[in-house]
């Protein structure tokens, strides 16, 4: 704790409010996320419809961010990272108080792709950040917004289910709604407006960014392997339950512990991933990367030969770890190969590629698990993490390449 409470002071006041509230608006919006099933089976006149409704809640709002977000980006650009923050949880703030009174799953489908379609929210809080620090270490910036979001989900899914235990579903999104009403107001009134030239990337180290582009470090790979470990990760994000029942004879509560131990360990690997990759240069964090993605797909291996289910939290636990040394790391790789103006484009631009990628790993652990059983899932997700080891590998090799020619020159 003390720890964070020093970062979060040597970033300055202005990055502390934006970790508190991406905690919050994130928090806010996960308060209804473990318990649409129950909403959606409520409302559904058919099991098929629960079925297809059941996945759409959660697929809609992903394709709506990745539909839109490399746009949000743009106009972040143009118009300022902190204007679409506000937009962004103005939008989160009315879709949610629309969902609370939706009693058809269709609308609640139509408007959950409305709700991803106007929110966005992450990569100018991102892109924001880099301005407000002045760009400097971005791997430990990243790191603690995707703390700020892991650990507001796991607090919100636990209110969310304090509410839902004494009031109805609706109550539960009406409570999310005023939350981030309330945050667009404060991002409104307290956030200032970073000034002109800033973004940690001036004329010098906007030359060292695009140098950094020509020596090596492939933005599109970056994007690519980003994409794949997300898609690995997502696999289970359905089948998980029934795999920990019909493997394990889990209860729900130990099958709902399990998986937060993936948030946990990402909660605490992703600050010492990012004190162990500050300063570094590009090639030393890719090498780094393959090392991490090796240990992933170890982990997930054994995760799905074990039939140990104390042995399985521990894997889980650590595979969170690892996963904290993943996206924010190579995140940060992509915005400091990126000049100052184009932060908002082109982490709107990973954003949609990692929307994208989630609803690409959901579809196929679904599909995967019904075909041809749940003892597939992590067998699946381990062939995944094999590809992206590839790909690590080869933008690892090739950055080395790229430092030793321009060594050589």
Known sequence: MTGA?????GFGPVFALLFALQFISMGAMEMSGPFWPIQIRALSP???????????????????????????????DRFGN????????????????????????????????LQGACAGYIAPAQAYGVQVTGGRDRAALFAWLQVATNVGSLGGAFLGGLILDALPFAAVNLTAGVICALCAGVAWAS???????????????????SGAVSTGISVSGLLVLMGLLLTSRMVLQVPFALYMSEVYGAQHWIAGLSYGLLALGFVVGAPVWARIFAWRAPA???????????????VTGLAGSTRNIGLFAVLYLAWGALLGGTTPVLLSLVSAATLSDRQGSILGLAQTCQQGASVVGIIAGVVATQRFGLEVAFPLVASLYGLSFLVALALWLKSRRSFDKGEIS
């Open 82 to 113: 902190r204007l679409m923050m506000v937009r962004a949880l103005a939008g989160l703030a009315v879709t949610q108080l629309l969902v609370a009174f939706a009693q058809d799953v269709w609308t609640i489908l139509a408007l959950r792709f």
């Open 46 to 76: 058919s099991e098929g419809v629960f079925a297809l409704a059941g996945i759409g809640v959660y697929v809609c709002p992903m394709l709506g961010v990745s539909l839109t977000s490399a746009f949000w980006g743009r106009m972040g």
């Open 191 to 209: 956030l200032p407006v970073p000034p002109q030239g800033t973004g940690g990337v001036g004329p010098a180290k906007a030359t060292a960014a």
């Open 5 to 9: 409470v020093a970062v979060l002071r």
């Open 284 to 298: 030393f964090v890719l090498g780094w990367s393959v090392l991490i993605v090796a240990g992933c797909l170890l």
